[in-house]
């Protein structure tokens, strides 16, 4: 099981489900603590802003970054939840959430796991340059990118409400 959520409710969230693997996209300089009860080799961390194109002073998600992702999810054993948080819940957390489901459903139809994303969360605007980053390294060929731009942008929010993904 995946949960996907703002950073607001990443301890209630881990305490909640029993997570033992946690996804952590955020910008270089937000302050934040390590959930309890997560060992930190089975934390993932990545800092970066959520933008989709070059701004001064601001640090964009990276191929290196959707790489590590990636390798963090095929290390998962999925006996025990994974919550994978960013921000607001909304945008770079919910690009993740995609990128496994992709990850973990090769033979699927990009755009059909698209919709199942927004059927879980109406708020869900992936951030698309994560996922073009990760549709490259995993060879979809710009089907991820097409599919998410197919469900466009989710409703308005400030911060998403926690959903659940099964990979």
Not at 37 to 46: C, E, F, P, Q
Not at 87 to 115: H, K, N, V
Not at 134 to 159: C, P, S, T, Y
């Amino acid at each position: 099981m995946i949960i996907v959520g703002p950073l607001s409710q990443v301890q209630p969230l881990v305490d909640a489900h029993g997570v033992r693997h946690v996804v952590t996209l955020l910008a270089p300089d937000t302050p934040h603590d390590p959930p309890r009860g997560v060992d930190s080799a089975r934390h993932l961390k990545l800092y970066f802003h959520d933008i989709v194109q070059h701004m001064d002073g601001h640090t964009p998600p990276s191929a290196a970054d959707a790489e590590r992702m990636i390798a963090f999810f095929q290390s998962w054993d999925r006996e025990a939840p994974m919550l994978i948080h960013c921000w607001a819940g909304i945008s770079r957390s919910t690009a993740a959430a995609y990128t496994a489901l992709c990850m973990f459903r090769p033979q699927a139809d990009e755009g059909a796991l698209a919709q199942e994303l927004r059927a879980a969360s109406p708020s869900a605007t992936p951030n698309r340059l994560i996922v073009s980053l990760a549709d490259e390294v995993l060879g979809r060929n710009g089907r991820m990118v097409k599919a998410i731009e197919g469900i466009g942008r989710g409703a308005d929010a400030f911060e998403g409400t926690p959903f659940v993904l099964r990979p």
